[in-house]
T-cell receptor, first 110, second 115 residues
Framework: NAGVTQTPKFRVLKTGQSMTLLCAQDMNHEYMYWYRQDPGMGLRLIHYSVGEGTTAKGEVPDGYNVSRLKKQNFLLGLESAAPSQTSVYFC?????????FGPGTRLTVL | KNQVEQSPQSLIILEGKNCTLQCNYTVSPFSNLRWYKQDTGRGPVSLTIMTFSENTKSNGRYTATLDADTKQSSLHITASQLSDSASYICVVSMNYGGSQGNLIFGKGTKLSVKP
């Protein structure tokens, strides 16, 4: 089992560009999450999904969109990147009370 | 306001020594409390999960305690190793399984173990 994987690992964008971060899990989990982690702050929830075809907003959803077309994939999109979106993004999936995190994507917006 | 506060922010100890990390929370309703280890450049990995009725749980050299009355938890690391160098994050869940995303994350304690 690969667990939770994220693509890409690193990315540099210019302000206004768009991109999609891909998260994939092979554990057949229903729940998936996108977080961002910034220096000096705890992880903050951007969006989450409780099953295929469903998504919901978390604590900091503005500027992001998500889709869960397949159970194993959860996509995070930035339509028009801003410097404030420079961060490390973590995807997670969960079963019962256990969350499994991916390795993260480091995004820099210039 | 639901909050999780961790102390200290950072800690340096010598290899082989013990240490204790603290977590205080003001989260309600409480479901469970988790400790995660996050190595530099990696995602968090679960160490322990405790529900309201559990007051101690061990995972190898890691022992977590929970006092639900005072809303405090601690993570004790015994006989530290260089590989214990990481950030340790305390997370409190407001719903069983966190399925609705109601997890409150602390900012973490950065532990450095020196030879």
């Amino acid at each position: 089992n690969a667990g939770v994987t994220q693509t890409p690992k690193f990315r540099v964008l210019k302000t206004g560009q768009s991109m999609t971060l891909l998260c994939a899990q092979d554990m057949n989990h229903e729940y998936m999450y996108w977080y961002r982690q910034d220096p000096g702050m705890g992880l903050r929830l951007i969006h989450y999904s409780v099953g295929e075809g469903t998504t919901a907003k978390g604590e900091v959803p503005d500027g992001y969109n998500v889709s869960r077309l397949k159970k194993q994939n959860f996509l995070l999109g930035l339509e028009s990147a801003a410097p404030s979106q420079t961060s490390v993004y973590f995807c997670a999936s969960s079963y019962l009370h256990e969350q499994f995190f991916g390795p993260g994507t480091r995004l820099t917006v210039l | 306001k639901n909050q999780v506060e961790q102390s200290p922010q950072s800690l340096i100890i010598l290899e082989g020594k013990n240490c204790t990390l603290q977590c205080n929370y003001t989260v309600s309703p409480f479901s469970n409390l988790r400790w995660y280890k996050q190595d530099t450049g990696r995602g968090p990995v679960s160490l322990t999960i405790m529900t309201f009725s559990e007051n101690t749980k061990s995972n190898g050299r890691y022992t977590a305690t929970l006092d639900a009355d005072t809303k405090q938890s601690s993570l004790h690391i015994t006989a530290s190793q260089l590989s214990d160098s990481a950030s340790y994050i305390c997370v409190v869940s407001m719903n069983y399984g966190g399925s609705q995303g109601n997890l409150i994350f602390g900012k973490g304690t950065k532990l450095s173990v020196k030879p």
